[in-house]
């Protein structure tokens, strides 16, 4: 079966850097999408990064753009987010998300809807 964990949450202070790391076991990478979001209590979850497994293309909600990367690491089936420059606003759940199948490129791709399975959450902190 599928099955996502994310590990590297933490508490840094504002301006600091935290890597996530999802490892996606029972994924074929190369024909779905793999995303981060983050969800902060009493709020929606917000989609942050997408990835195309496999050709790598990506795509950022506007706050996590210059700012945060996702990346892939197809053989080991892992998808990274290195998130730099960290600001309070930063801070929440975050959520590794995977589909079965490719979703078009567009909004779609932080949309939750979209993806059938989730991992349990790490954890972020970013003080002031």
């Known amino acids: 079966g599928q099955d996502l964990v994310e590990t590297g949450g933490g508490s840094v202070e504002a301006g600091m850097s935290l890597r996530l790391s999802c490892s996606a076991s029972?994924?074929?990478?190369?024909?779905?999408?793999v995303a981060w979001f983050r969800q902060v209590p009493g709020k929606e979850r917000e989609g942050v990064a997408a990835?195309?497994?496999?050709?790598?293309?990506?795509w950022y909600t506007n706050s996590a753009k210059g700012r945060f990367i996702i990346s892939q690491n197809n053989a080991e089936k892992m998808v990274d987010l290195q998130m730099n420059d960290l600001k309070p606003e930063d801070t929440g759940m975050y959520y590794c998300a995977a589909t079965l199948a490719r979703v078009p490129r567009g909004p779609r791709l932080l949309s939750e809807n979209e993806y059938s399975f989730w991992g349990q959450g790490t954890q972020v902190t970013v003080s002031a």
């Open positions: 990835i195309f497994t496999g050709v790598g293309g990506t």
């Open positions: 029972g994924f074929t990478f190369g024909s779905n999408n």
